[in-house]
């Protein structure tokens, strides 16, 4: 693990100097673990000159597959320090702002059962998803298709249709529906733009937004619309309209967990939410 952790180091620094640092290392004893990283595989990982540092295509190879591997030890790590509390505790993930009413209802009649654990919230501006994969929680509201479920075990809370989220002076404001194409062709409106799961945004002329209470406030402005889940009404500012989208696809909530956990108390939590 010491050898993934100063290779990956490495390989995201390109630059042995700056990965040494990183790490809080001298460098010879960083150079020399590369080495012998290197020797025990018997390929080359880096090229290296006097001016640059870079993969080969091993080196990138090992790299893809090193980062889930001290991830997966990292939320190893974090799960079992959590365990050994002497209050333990279940940490629920999900988008803020995101169901909001079946988030309430289920943090009610889990805390009405018998023997249930106390939840933590950990509101999220995105990706929740990536919380449960690095051990920061152990159970997360995710909405399909946006959050990606590979790898985690869900069930099915609810099923639901789509708004375009538009200033009330608008002229789509004021219909009883619209479509896709009329809202992704307003030139004045651009479609707002979210952050990936490695923090950059995708190309476009709409705004960059971080949050739900963000992206209100720039629509309301005039900036910017988007499409989201009907449920988002309730948290509306005034002077913003929600129309629904016919043909956007319908959004599923669902409630997800690490595959391997044998916690009694998110099972109890897990059959609180298909029970809603």
Known sequence: MRELRYFVAV?????????AQRLGIAQP?????????????????LQRTSRRVT??????????????????????????RRAATSQPSLVLATKAGASGELLAKLLDAYAAEPGATAVDLLLCESHPQQLLHDGQADVALLH???????????EILSTEGQVAVLPTSHPLASRSHVRLADVTSLPE???ARWPGPGGTYPDGPGAEVRNQTQLFQLIALGRTTVVLPESCRANL????????????????????WPPHSRSRALAGLVRVATRL
């Open 11 to 19: 390989a995201e620094e390109l630059h042995f100097g700056r990965a």
């Open 29 to 45: 004893p960083l150079s020399r673990t590369i080495s012998q990283l290197e020797q025990r595989l018997g390929v080359a990982l």
């Open 55 to 80: 993969l080969t295509e091993a080196g990138s190879v090992l790299l893809a597959e090193a980062r889930p591997i001290l991830g997966a030890l990292a939320a190893a790590e974090r799960r079992a």
């Open 144 to 154: 399909q298709p946006f959050d990606s479920t590979a790898g985690l075990d869900t």
């Open 189 to 191: 409106l651009p479609a």
């Open 237 to 256: 500012l005034a002077g913003l309209a929600a129309v629904p989208v016919l043909d956007a696809p319908a959004v599923t909530t669902v409630i997800a």
